[in-house]
């Protein structure tokens, strides 16, 4: 850190020295001129003005006359002896006349020479002074017993209390590993949870458990429920169904927000922004919507809302998926085929219907595979049941504390993860928006630890946008803001991160986040002085100017220490009685006193339980369930042979062939007979299959190309109109409709 030059020398220039210093050039002259007065007039005492004593006392002193004046005895009360009457008001009047002249121009002087120049031209932002903090934020004991009041996050702990901001803001912690986070945020924010009088429930993601191994007792004995989703040890966790959102939407009738609900989860599970060819992501997540929202309507059809589980979606695909005839078709094709057009699940198949048969079983494939985790006996037990309800978190007589454990070695289910976090902030909102007051009656603190370690959490940047009326707040912690950037995306992570008034800096590894928050942080203004002179003469000149630095430059904030931190808190608008105010950022200081305390220097003795997670007497609710019972039998008849196809059997060869403009009855060596340089579009193409084209145009072009596409007769216009370059990204996902066997 840099020395502060300090501006002593400014007192010189402050009115409070300047006004005595003046005054006192009036008092010290009105003094001398009263004594002088006093003695003039005591030499013409009972003389003429010209004639008498002065005169006689001037001749005596020159010629030792024996006749001289004597002299007046000087007395200390002729100072204080004032002769404003007759003439000498005049000469009172003319010295004040030219003192002021002369002491204003002192004044002047020293004012110019020794007043503060830093004016703040170059900046104007400092750090929150510790009379500010008293004034802006309420403190507790660091005592770990119950409190008056809300919980709110730490800010800096100063002689034996922790000073917290208790508004309702989201909050940005950039820390990198072993910085401490942990230690002297989550810790101390978790215990200023518990001893809150008024309750807040708490959504806590524990990637290690470590939380929930040291705070589980301590919550329970604070009077909150606690609940945990343990992907680590899943016969130790509550049930989730990722479906259950969506059972509910279409078992009520609701089919527009169960297509939604479904098209969410599917995007979570397959959506790879780094993908070359997304073709492949787009066809798993249709195939997905329609396989779960086919499974809805066949469990609301038999009254049997359990079976609507990702195993047994997952077993749907597989049972009909398989075996192909030599069309390439399967069961799970003749199933959709079987559905009226306007299902759900139908529509969201025809994706799947316009590919061919390499590409199906690809589709197939891709997606069974993101879904095989589902269909691990201890996962499928986990998600086969909801037996946790988010409102629960809200409306409770208890307040909850829910932790989220996952495997921080294993990432293939981190996708659940961020499926259950969303749906709680999705279920919690809803409840809010319907609510009297459009808000939940508890609060709930949302702390993401580790939030770059797993997928984006689906609708974070709207919900921590408008999630703080509602009572949802949101406390974001990650190593790096690239890391963080790499998984919302580059919009979305500067949206979040803009709806955290809360912005606290730790530590990191990254040069690039110390740079952006030394700019956040703003410029100040500083006294720069110089020195001039040869290195060895004692007779050199000194100035001092100012001049602009960063509050903290970069390679300052890499070197803050252990229990330092800085926060930017933009949404500190006013104290605690009310008055409007400035919001400097903060900073705990280790100088200074105020840095934050870490858990063994305060907390060891409430947050200390190693124990391992089957001693926390946490019981599994799902692991009594029967996976067979929840798989859906389902029977395809086959299709009798067409009489037709009959005719094209070998038994039947003798009999002539009859013309049908049937397609199923020409053999594809015909099709290669007839094939010829003018042939009609719907002589190859299904009508399905060129609405499917058509659409596609219509989505990449405008509306004149559009419109030009459909007055084309011929399969070759459509090719030649196609492969055009500007429409070869349209070409790219249609042309294996237009190959001779996609027909």
């Not at 001049?547 to 300052?556: D, F, I, N, P, T």
Request: net charge negative; hydrophobic share 40%; aromatic share 12%.
């Amino acid at each position: 850190m840099y020395k502060q030059y300090k501006q002593w020398k400014k007192v010189f220039a402050s009115p409070y020295f300047l006004i005595p210093y003046g005054i006192s050039f009036f008092v010290i002259a009105t003094l001398l001129l009263n004594a002088a007065l006093c003695i003039f007039i005591g030499l013409f005492a009972n003389q003429g003005a010209l004639s008498g004593g002065f005169q006689s006392f001037i001749k005596g002193f020159f010629t030792d006359s024996s006749s001289q004046a004597a002299l007046p005895t000087f007395e200390v009360e002729w100072f204080f002896t004032f002769h404003f009457f007759g003439i000498y008001k005049l000469v009172y009047l003319l010295l004040y006349v030219i003192l002021a002249f002369i002491v204003g121009k002192k004044i002047y002087t020293k004012r110019i020479a020794f007043r503060d120049i830093l004016l703040g031209i170059k900046g104007t932002t400092r750090w929150t002074t510790m009379e500010e903090v008293e004034r802006q934020s309420p403190k507790i004991p660091t005592n770990h017993e119950p409190y008056e009041g809300i919980a709110g996050i730490p800010l800096l702990h100063y002689k034996g209390f922790v000073y917290m901001d208790i508004n309702k803001t989201n909050t940005l912690v950039v820390a990198s590993t072993q910085s401490g986070k942990t230690e002297m945020f989550t810790y101390p924010f978790i215990d200023n949870i518990m001893r809150a009088s008024v309750k807040d429930s708490a959504i806590i993601l524990d990637i290690k458990g470590n939380i929930l191994k040291n705070t589980k007792e301590e919550f329970e004995k604070f009077g909150f429920d606690v609940h945990v989703l343990n992907l680590l040890d899943p016969h130790l966790s509550i049930g989730f169904n990722p479906l259950e959102l969506v059972k509910q939407a279409y078992f009520r009738g609701d089919i527009g927000k169960a297509q939604s609900l479904v098209q969410t989860l599917s995007f979570s599970f397959y959506n790879n922004p780094d993908a070359k060819d997304p073709m492949w992501q787009k066809t798993s997540i249709a195939l997905l919507n329609a396989l779960v929202l086919a499974v809805c309507e066949i469990c609301y059809q038999n009254k049997t809302p359990e079976k609507v589980t990702l195993f047994t979606v997952g077993m749907f695909l597989m049972d009909l998926a398989t075996n192909p005839d030599e069309d390439g078709l399967t069961d799970l094709d003749r199933y959709f085929s079987s559905l009226p057009p306007i299902s759900p699940a139908r529509r969201q198949f025809m994706t799947i219907e316009f590919s061919k048969g390499v590409t199906r079983s690809g589709i197939y494939t891709g997606t069974i595979s993101e879904l095989s985790k589902y269909m691990n006996d201890e996962i499928a037990k986990l998600t086969a049941q909801n037996d946790f309800d988010f409102t629960q978190i809200t409306e409770g007589v208890k307040p909850v504390a829910l932790f989220v454990i996952i495997k921080d070695w294993d990432d293939s289910l981190n996708d659940l993860v961020s499926t259950f976090l969303s749906q709680s902030s999705a279920v919690l909102s809803e409840l809010a928006v319907r609510s009297k007051k459009s808000s939940l009656s508890r609060r709930v603190q949302n702390i993401y630890e580790e939030l770059g370690n797993i997928p984006a959490i689906k609708g974070l940047e709207r919900y921590a946008a408008v999630g703080l009326e509602r009572g949802l707040i949101y406390h974001l912690i990650f190593q790096n803001r690239a890391k963080f950037n790499q998984v919302y995306g580059e919009t979305n992570a500067t949206d979040i991160m803009g709806s955290c008034g809360n912005q606290i800096y730790i530590m990191s590894d990254d040069y690039d986040d110390a740079e952006h928050f030394s700019k956040k942080l703003g410029e100040t203004g500083v006294i720069a002085p110089n020195r001039h002179g040869d290195p060895m003469s004692e007779d050199k000149s000194y100035g001092e100017q100012e001049e602009e630095r960063q509050l903290m430059k970069a390679s300052e904030l890499r070197l803050l220490r252990m229990g330092e931190w800085v926060v930017i808190r933009t949404k500190m608008r006013k104290d605690l009685k009310g008055k409007r105010i400035r919001p400097y950022p903060l900073r705990a200081n280790l100088d200074e006193g105020t840095a934050m305390l870490h858990r063994h220097e305060y907390l060891m003795d409430y947050f200390n339980h190693p124990c391992t997670f089957d001693e926390l007497g946490i019981e599994g609710t799902t692991q009594e369930i029967d996976l067979e019972s929840l798989i859906i039998p389902i029977v395809i008849e086959q299709a009798e042979p067409e009489p037709a196809d009959i005719a094209l059997d070998a038994s039947n060869l003798e009999q002539p062939l009859h013309a049908s403009t049937e397609r199923s009855v020409i053999d594809m060596t015909q099709v290669e007979e007839v094939f010829h340089e003018e042939t009609p579009i719907l002589d190859f193409l299904t009508e399905d299959q060129y609405r499917f084209i058509t659409s596609m145009v219509l989505e990449h072009t405008d509306t004149t190309t559009a419109n030009y596409f459909q007055t084309l007769e011929t399969l070759e216009e459509v090719k030649v109109f196609l492969q055009a370059p500007e429409r070869l990204e349209v070409y790219e996902q249609v042309d294996y409709l237009l190959l001779k066997e996609g027909a």
